[in-house]
């Protein structure tokens, strides 16, 4: 990834801060046990909200069944309500694990103390990534990124690196202020490709993860459709620990991830387009430098997600 990518302004306003009611647990252990992998007899797990809950739980039910069987321990699902929200969970201690978003993981380590483990292989066992882009309908005049100026552009949710800062990024090297368009936030990506195709506005962010989910779904047509901005690669979305935990407990949790096969993380890896999969592989704070750089040169704070 080219750190040059990442400059660009600062994000609008906060999320609201709450937890769905979308959780449950793998139960493979009794919740009552406790030891080093599962110190308070229960893993909360939470996951930021980048796809319908409805369709991640099910999902993120079978890798958390598979940690769960490698730990001996109950692992309970929450897919939060908004990427800030996450940040304050691990914050407050209502979560043990939690996968964020590229950036939300900046703020996630600043203010929770977050440690990045692993994040999602390729069937090369090569770490993934995603790219953020623009689309228009293939006979719009729009040919451009630069062409925005007066129009009307859907994009995912407050704080999203590519639902959020990217697609603004890329409005301001092509010299267009917030001003000079209508920025419609619709609540997630998926709400954004729904308002493009339904006619709802001249451009929307689609990003390669939604993209690849939407067009197997037979929910979005590409000939139809033309991309008229996209990013430098970004890195895939890491499975963080909290910092507090007992170093012993993130030993485990670590060692249990990279563990598992690829048919256990295969659900999750058809959301962020890494199909085949491939094992969850590690990763560290230094894979996640030009997200930090990018929210130093915009000015970000936990209040911009």
């Known amino acids: 990834m080219k750190t040059a990518l990442f400059t660009g302004s600062a994000l609008a306003l906060a999320a609201a801060f709450a ?17 080093a992998e599962c110190p308070n007899g229960e893993i ?16 993120y039910d079978v890798l958390a069944n598979a940690l769960s069987k490698k730990l001996e321990c109950p692992v ?28 939300g993981y900046v703020f996630a380590d600043s203010k929770a103390g977050a440690e990045a483990l692993v994040s999602f292989g390729t069937a090369e066992k090569r770490l993934s990534s995603y ?19 007066g129009k009307s552009l859907a994009l995912g949710s407050v704080g999203s690196t590519s639902g ?14 917030d001003a000079d368009l209508k920025m419609d936030y619709t609540g997630g990506h998926p709400e954004a490709l729904l308002a493009l195709t339904n006619g709802k506005v001249d451009a929307a962010e689609i990003n390669s993860q939604t993209l690849a989910t939407a067009i197997a779904a037979g929910t979005f047509k590409q000939e ?82």
């Not at 897919?79 to 201690?93: H, K, Q, S, T, W």
């Open 76 to 103: 309970s699902v929450q897919v939060v309500e908004d990427y800030a929200a996450e940040v304050l969970a691990m914050r407050n201690g209502k979560l043990d694990l939690g996968q964020f978003g590229p950036l």
């Open 164 to 177: 959020d800062v990217l697609p603004r990024f890329g409005l301001r090297e092509a010299g267009i202020a």
């Open 19 to 35: 937890l769905t009611a979308c959780g449950g647990s793998a139960q493979s252990a009794s919740p009552q046990s406790t030891s």
């Open 44 to 59: 909360k797990f939470g996951i930021e909200p980048y796809e319908d809950p409805a369709k991640l739980k099910p999902a």
């Open 131 to 149: 790219t953020a882009g623009v689309w228009v309908p293939k006979d719009s005049p729009i040919q451009s990124i630069g062409d925005l100026k």
């Open 224 to 305: 139809d459709f033309r991309q008229v901005w996209k990013s430098e690669p970004i890195p895939n979305d890491p499975i963080t620990v909290r910092g507090d935990a007992d170093p012993a407990f993130k030993k485990a949790v670590k060692d249990a991830f990279l563990s598992l096969s690829p048919d256990d993380v295969a659900k999750v890896g058809e959301f962020l387009d890494v199909t085949p999969p491939g094992p969850l592989l590690e990763v560290s704070k230094d894979n996640y430098t030009p997200l930090f750089e990018l929210a130093k040169t915009m000015n970000l704070t936990e209040k911009d997600l």
